[in-house]
């Protein structure tokens, strides 16, 4: 069994690395706090014997040799960038969990038949660079890594020029590593096993999801002086697509809709808006059914686009496809002997495990979390619900190991 | 008469300083453009003679002494500043049509019998501080000038340090000077003396104007777990205001609604906004109409928080009540004696003659603006129709004076 006591110290002390009044964490991904939680990370890990390398698009490994080092390692990993009113657990949980098996490996002197891998994959929250889950998707040659690195943020900065600045911008070649199996903890995001009061969520498939820069482009002018029937207000255009996101994502079922980030040109109360630009986020766990939504979104931007007299632009610019995990009953395998309460759920969010699932048989852990609230600072996961996973984690490494 | 090319090289000189790639002007109220400005408009005055001085709230009076200077002078001024997407008439013509009589009376050694006052008003735009007005409406007492010092941008900075910082916080009293009478000269800003082909608009009234400050209080979570039941998304409710707004005004005659700024948090495409803060403007030239629009809005920003199950504080910051300008006819007067067409007219823009309006007689000469456009780069106002103005302007002054 893991350490309880010693994992959530370790959850509070990664936290204390961008963390908030309020209790969560703010730590975007290719800034300094990014850093300083990848550096004690490392020190880490160093402390119990491995060897660390960061591969091109900054993503950490860190190697504890087993008996046969010719055969593939057993890995797991998640991120510890967060959201701008993130928390202390999306991904970080996942990350400490992997540093709580290794050191309860550590320090009851346990050799694993097979070599186990411990990672932190770059920019999985897809705030400040997007898409999500980019170092993993770019790991598992889903994108072009040059385009990835030439990502920039609101600002202009490039994700190379931050990983390079952060000392992250490794030289270790994409998907070089020799992994047979992959297996991620993670707090649910959800309130479903809170709901029903299960202690584990066996993650059978990670839902479809699809992001969009969408650009109206109207014509700025004065909010006093333009008769309403001579406008095109580019503002009111976006609105009507962030209303019919909502419906969008109510006419389908296991539908979501969501728009999160929105700027506005020249963003001035008496000059009407002559160009907005905003994200739209669609999921669902039914391919078929995302491509319906998906249809019904580029059908209606069409549409107000006519209306309205004024261009809107939407770039789909990332695709994931529903994902199903095919090591998820080692997980199951695993929970079942330590006799923890379970059930089997989809992933709402996307997951570094979901892109590592094109290499090798992989598996998710989901614990709860409280209320269900994640990208929050409120987010919480209690020291025992953090403990289950990692035992999971833990036994079903072991038994992936023994194989 | 006045110098019709004199006039249109002053308003292309003055339009280079924050001139945009796109012929417009960028020129924030408070900044350094803005400094530039005024010294270049100080420059043009204090070589006409003129002795210059600048009140508490940085408005500038420049003084063209005449033949009895004890009596109440003729006054005309408008504003520097623009909106971030401004053209370089709006406003700037008013003052410059001010230079243009000021150097036709020096030029033609006329000594009027009472003086002559040529004036540039704080931040009319109310872009980067609000309200729009502000110099004006703080000259004539309708604001408090601590409060209106105190306001600051998006960024915190504060206007009274702009204005020191710029040099342009003065020592004169607000209200004290010897004005007998009022007069600005604009571009209409709307499609009217356009399609009447009018060359001068009589401007009978300024129409009512409220302004507001809205924030949307939801609860950030996360984009892919949050079922839409639960979700408290300040950005769908924000989204239906602004519809919402649009509507209001298609219900009632004359009715104008625009939402122009907007500023989401955290602005993240896969977090659910939490706080969703944004500007609202209504207009119509009848203030009960007015009224009821304003019931209307405040209504349903109550009903969308119930639905939503979230705050929405509205604050109503700024009511500018519909205005008559009294001394109207004696724009008329001047406009049929140099025989151009006129129409009478009411201005769907504030305007500073709207607070002069509280101290003394007061009248606006509109001139045409090609399609109606302005707060937009392409905002253009002919040579000619420019002069026009600006005769009217100068005839009417000498009119009043002669009184
Ligand atoms: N785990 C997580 O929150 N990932 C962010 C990517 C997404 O699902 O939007
Ligand atoms: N003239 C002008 O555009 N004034 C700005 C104030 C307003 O009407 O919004």
């Not at 509070?12 to 690395?17: A, C, N, V």
């Not at 992994?179 to 479903?192: K, L, R, S, V, Y």
């Not at 929970?335 to 759920?345: F, Q």
Request: charge should be negative; proline fraction near 4%; hydrophobic fraction near 35%.
């Amino acid at each position: 069994r893991i350490n309880e006591k010693r994992l959530w110290d370790t959850l509070m002390e990664m936290g204390d690395i961008g963390g908030t009044e309020k209790g969560g964490c703010n730590r975007l991904a290719g800034t300094d706090l990014d850093k300083q939680s990848r550096d004690l990370f490392v020190s880490w890990c160093k402390a119990c014997g491995c060897n660390v390398e960061v591969d091109k698009i900054g993503n950490i490994f860190a190697r504890r040799p087993g008996k046969y080092n010719d055969l593939p390692a057993v890995g797991t990993g998640s991120h510890l960038d967060t959201q701008p009113t993130g928390g202390k657990f999306d991904g970080v949980f996942g990350v400490l969990s992997g540093v709580e098996v290794l050191r309860t490996l550590h320090d009851n002197n346990i050799e694993t038949p097979t070599a186990m891998e411990f990672s932190v994959w770059t920019n999985e929250e897809g705030s400040r660079f997007q898409p999500a889950m980019q170092g993993s998707g770019t790991y598992v040659g889903r994108f072009d890594l040059e385009t990835e690195l030439n990502k920039t943020d609101v600002n202009g900065i490039r994700l190379g020029d931050e990983l390079e600045r952060i000392g992250y911008l490794g030289e270790m070649e994409l998907g070089s590593r020799n992994m047979g199996a992959f297996f991620e903890a993670h707090i649910e995001q959800g309130p479903i096993l809170e709901d029903e009061k299960k202690a584990i969520g066996i993650v059978r498939l990670g839902q479809g999801i699809r992001w969009y820069n969408i650009e109206v482009i109207g014509r700025p002018s004065h909010s006093g002086t333009t008769p309403m029937h001579l406008r095109k207000d580019a503002m009111l255009a976006a609105a009507s697509i962030v209303t019919e996101m909502n419906a969008i994502a109510l006419r389908h079922e296991n539908g979501l809709g969501t728009v999160g980030f929105m700027q506005v040109w020249p963003n001035s109360r008496n000059t009407i808006p002559g160009n907005v630009k905003f994200s739209a986020d669609l999921r669902n766990p039914r391919p078929d059914i995302l491509l319906t939504m998906h249809e019904e979104l580029i059908a209606f931007c069409e549409k107000i686009a006519k209306e309205h007299d004024l261009d809107v632009n939407i770039d789909p610019f990332w695709y994931f496809a529903p994902v199903e995990f095919n090591a998820s009953d080692d997980v199951k395998a695993a929970t079942e002997k330590l006799g923890y309460s379970h059930m089997d759920i989809y992933a709402g969010a996307g997951h570094d495990a979901c892109y590592m699932a094109d290499l090798v048989p992989t598996g998710m852990i989901f614990t709860p979390c409280l209320n269900g609230i994640s990208h929050n600072e409120a987010e919480y996961s209690s020291p025992e619900e953090c403990a289950a996973g990692a035992n999971v984690l833990l036994h079903t490494m072991l038994e992936a190991s023994e194989r």
